[in-house]
């Protein structure tokens, strides 16, 4: 009788966190900061008038495209300082953890993988179709690898409330002090470096992937175990593009003050990489200056300056491909069933089309059949 109260208890609770999150997430347009049930940190009270006005000015036409950049390195300077600040942009980057600790360590942490997710606040159902699919946390049979994936979101205060309850119940989701805005991805995107480097510090694989992936966890994971020499070759691995143009005139503009060469070094698309935590440790001791000068276009930023400045080397991804598109849907289905070498699609998620998550579910058994595995033969 006392364990099916507990049951119960527990099950209440469960359905009441689960009642909040959903409520939050259907009402997200229209909810404000009576949300939150306590006074947010200072660093976020005071940034949230520069969160709502970027976000306003986000859909400005190109003719303003100009007046829109000055906004967003206005609001660069109001929330992390000047760029000539005399300390680090890493020394200005914060996060808010989960209650527990997120990396739990093997006896042998030679083969602990993190997938860092890089995640909008918004996308709890695009986290839980990753949690349920290529992103569970396993030690998967024949490849001797821990996996575990890490979600980092940014700030919006409409539903924070919410992750804070998915914080608790999950125990993978970080927040980092900074608006949910594209001007501020590649901020985002280092300090997801940061965080691996001062919480997960024992994790040797360290795998960069966004949430409107979808990915064959296998064959990355034989990749790790027959291909990767990190002993032999420690650098970044992804699918490099070389002689890349630097845009000076749409969405991804950079202007010639924020970097001035017009073609950026090689780097990788953003969508998926693999490095190892000392070249982590690398890439932010190159970042850990007082004048370091951000670019906005993450992966370039990344895995092509940063990674240059740092003297990283690169290779491509050996016998491994990926399907991206920036305008049309994929039948990421069809093309998992029928390469052998694909090893990450965009979902139709990509192109905002949200009502698709099934596209994860469908996808990994198909995955799964592909590899004539089940989750409880691929997993101990």
Same mark, same amino acid.
């Given at each position: ?14 359905? %009441? ?10 009402? @997200? ?46 609001? @660069? ?7 000539? $600040? ?5 020394? @200005? ?9 997120? =990396? ?16 909008? %606040? ?9 949690? $349920? ?66 919480? =997960? ?29 990190? *002993? ?54 190159? %970042? ?43 039948? =990421? ?11 990450? =699609? ?25 590899? *004539? ?8």
């Amino acid at each position: 009788m006392l364990l099916s109260f507990y049951i119960h208890i527990i099950l209440l609770i469960s359905f %009441a966190i689960f009642s909040v999150v959903t409520l939050t997430f259907i009402k @997200r347009i229209y909810t404000e900061n009576n949300l939150l049930s306590s006074t947010p940190p200072a660093s976020i009270r005071d940034t949230q008038i520069e969160f709502r006005s970027l976000a306003n000015g986000t859909n400005k036409s190109p003719s303003n495209a100009s007046v829109a950049r000055n906004d967003e390195s206005d609001l @660069r300077e109001n929330i992390f300082g000047s760029a000539k $600040a005399k300390n680090s942009i890493l020394d @200005r980057l914060t996060f808010i953890n989960p209650p527990n600790t997120v =990396c739990i360590y093997p006896d042998n942490t030679e083969n602990y993988m993190i997938i860092i997710v890089l995640s909008r %606040a918004l996308n709890f159902d695009f986290r839980q179709a990753i949690r $349920a699919t290529w992103g569970r946390n396993e030690k998967y049979k024949g490849y001797n690898t821990i996996m575990k994936t890490i979600f980092f979101v940014g700030t919006d205060d409409s539903v924070q409330l919410a992750v804070r309850l998915e914080q608790a119940r999950f125990n993978d989701v970080i927040e980092i002090v900074i608006p949910e805005n594209y001007a501020f991805v590649a901020h985002k995107e280092l300090a997801s470096l940061l965080w691996t480097r001062l919480y =997960c510090p024992l994790a040797r694989i360290v795998f960069r992937a966004d949430d409107d992936i979808l990915m064959d966890t296998f064959s990355l994971l034989n990749f790790i175990k027959h291909d990767l020499n990190l *002993n032999v070759n420690d650098g970044l691995y992804g699918w490099f593009r070389l002689n890349n143009s630097v845009h000076r005139g749409d969405r991804w503009a950079v202007t010639r003050m924020e970097y001035k060469p017009n073609t950026y070094p090689p780097y990788t698309f953003g969508v998926g990489y693999l490095f190892s935590n000392s070249s982590c440790q690398r890439l932010l001791n190159a %970042a850990n200056q007082p004048n370091h000068q951000i670019v906005r276009i993450g992966d370039a930023y990344i895995t092509g300056i940063l990674r240059d400045l740092a003297g990283i080397p690169f290779y491509d991804f050996h016998d491994l491909e990926f399907s991206y598109t920036f305008h049309d849907q994929l039948p =990421c289905d069809e093309y998992f069933m029928d390469n052998p070498r694909l090893l990450l =699609c965009m979902s139709k998620l990509h192109l905002g089309i949200r009502e698709d998550l099934f596209e994860f579910y469908d996808t990994w058994d198909i995955i799964l059949s592909k590899h *004539n595995t089940s989750l409880s033969d691929a997993s101990y």
